[in-house]
């Protein structure tokens, strides 16, 4: 990175989980060893093999007019919240809960928007009893309708990149908004990412047998398929002289961004992770890190056969014999997987482990993948010292991205 | 924003439907016009014998042949330092729908594995980088119309820095019959055949501009969002007033409920009309591509600098300002 290439730093965070309504307290229940597998309440899924997912708890939004609340999807009930604690850490809100700023861009991921009202919308043509004055909600189920929410609702507007490159978006949106400071095309950005429970996505990983029936184990050699969750969560990226200028408290950099894809097939990695190795190289040359660097990596570790398999295969070609000393977790048994949002949420988790020397660990492994065994972080795990961390994502179609955090050095 | 490292076109392609409209009934069970492609002509009734694409939604094989037209335009084109964005509106609705009135007739226990896969946003994307060879960088983006103008620029950005030597930038649209619900509910279908709805894609290949190419995108205008018809015109008046001095604007909201906003903005200006022949309907970022194809040709027979504003049908309006070269 040449000296008039910007540093880009991270300067607000916020997300609502499974496990809570706020970051922190998402992150205390993580570390805590907590996970939020439940039976799926919000849609019926009696006709599925599975019956279970990571629900998230809606948070309070009372305090928002009736009138705006009745017409937001789920989709924009749990961004909302999570903007909103991203803008205020960032210190971007005024006493009204407005942004001080009149153009903010957004760089959002999502795999399905609000797919609940398409889903009631062909519900409702193909039942028995058409109720035309419900056919209207059509029309806020795509994604780039969430995010007139959110103009509306804090007041700003600007340049919107939606991304939607299934389970590894979240980290594209991360990549893209630090790709446009380094690049110069804009001072801040907020990026984010979310993804909202449906029964669509649900039976369509159903049918696919991609989910496990009894519990989510990532890196166990007797693994069986994912949990599905939801989340949203959101960033907000500066240049650090823009932060500076500004006063922002500042969390960390994002330092490393690699992208690529892998057309070995569109649901199934390449068993070796080749485009894998090549993505988490370009980040950490991006970075100016050593592999060796990286303290702990959040795996994607969908807990599938074959997803965990080819990480297996990507880590061990990337680290080497270095790969004893790197500390890997994937979330998702506690959080579910969020598709969309779960490379932002993991991406939160990366850097607060950077920041905190906490570890959130890898839960249910009964027997390790042996290629990682000595790897997995285990409930209560510190790590001190960490030049950098990860997080790596992968997703349908081959979506392949990493990104690296470092510490902020003025 | 002006560029500070504008890109040019070097390749093209396009998909476009049948020139007459067919009578098409909506899931409730109204009829309406529509514009189709005719997947059973060649070149794509070929494509669809891809091996990769043999479950492919008609979006995937529209898509990919506009984007193996720009490459065969443009030349050798190095696979390894190849980028794709694809621009999406609906997606592949056709095939979502299938899917899940499967799921709404015969159970959720009978969903079809081999549908689902195919209506992720990224399929498309997926399936054109694997047929192509790409192993670089690809998103699918999404949003209205103006999507097209994000993926323009997210394009931009991967040549400014080096992500990518070409990126294939594509739009593409397929038709299902639920879209005419959803359009009898925005009411876009009831201004007297005004709008119709189509399908197809276009594909552009940028690259870095040189100094002798013809044409050249140097400014990207993103972010004038609205919903509804006073915001849009608020909107429009902002994003114009970023161009003052560019005189020629080319007309692409005629067939769109923000007809009227276009026509009383641009009094000033003067608007370059859309190409001759037949009108190709409403496909959203497919159509976007195509009008910014023809504005480029445009740019190359007169020199002269034009703004193509992308008029968003539910989101936004953007802009790119394309010139011709640069003087010496």
Known sequence: MDKLTPTVVVTGRGAVTPLGSDFQGSWRRLVGGEDAQAPVTIFDVSGC????????RLPDLSGVEWRKRRRWSRATRLIVPALREALDGAGLLDAHGRSRQARLPLSISTTGGAMAMGEAFLRNLLGPRRRPERLFNVGRYQA????????????????VMIVANACASGANAIGHGADLIRAGLAEIVVTGGYEPLTE??????DCLQAMSTDRCRPFDKARSGLMLGEAAAFLVLESDQHARARGADILGTVAGYGHGTDAHHLTQPNPRGAVLVNVMRRALAQANCAASDIGYLNAHG?????????????????LGEKLGSVRISST???????????????????LEALRTGELPPNLNVREPEPAVAGNLVAVGERATAMRATMSVNLGFGGSNAALVFTRYEA | MKLEHPVSICGVGTVLPESEAQRVAAVAGREHKVLRVDLTREPLAARQNESRLRRASPLTVFMLEAAQQALGAAGAVDPSTLGVVAALHLGTIAWTHRFYEGVLKSGQRFASPNLFPETVFNSAASHIAAVIGVAGPCYTVVGDDSAWVTAIAVAACWLANGSAEHVLVIGGEEFDSLELDAYEQARWLRHDGRFVPSEGAGAVLLRRARADDAVRVVAVAEGFTYRNAAEARVAAEELFAEFPDVRDVCRTAEHKWLAPIEAQIHHDRKLVAPPPGPYRGEAFT?????????AAGHVRETGQPLLLPVWGQSEQCSALLLAGKPLK
């Open chain 1, 302 to 318: 969908t807990a599938t056969p074959l997803n965990d398999a080819s990480e297996c295969a990507a880590f061990a070609e990337l």
């Open chain 1, 332 to 350: 998702k048994a506690a959080m579910g997987h969020s598709l969309g949002a779960a490379g932002t949420i993991e991406a939160l988790f990366a």
């Open chain 2, 286 to 294: 497919a159509s976007a591509a195509w009008d910014t194809i023809h």
């Open chain 1, 200 to 205: 669509l996505i649900y039976v369509g990983f």
């Open chain 1, 144 to 159: 780039h309708q969430q995010v007139l929410d959110l103009h509306d609702h804090f007041g700003f507007r600007g340049p």
């Open chain 1, 49 to 56: 093999r599975c019956k279970q997912a990571a629900e998230a």
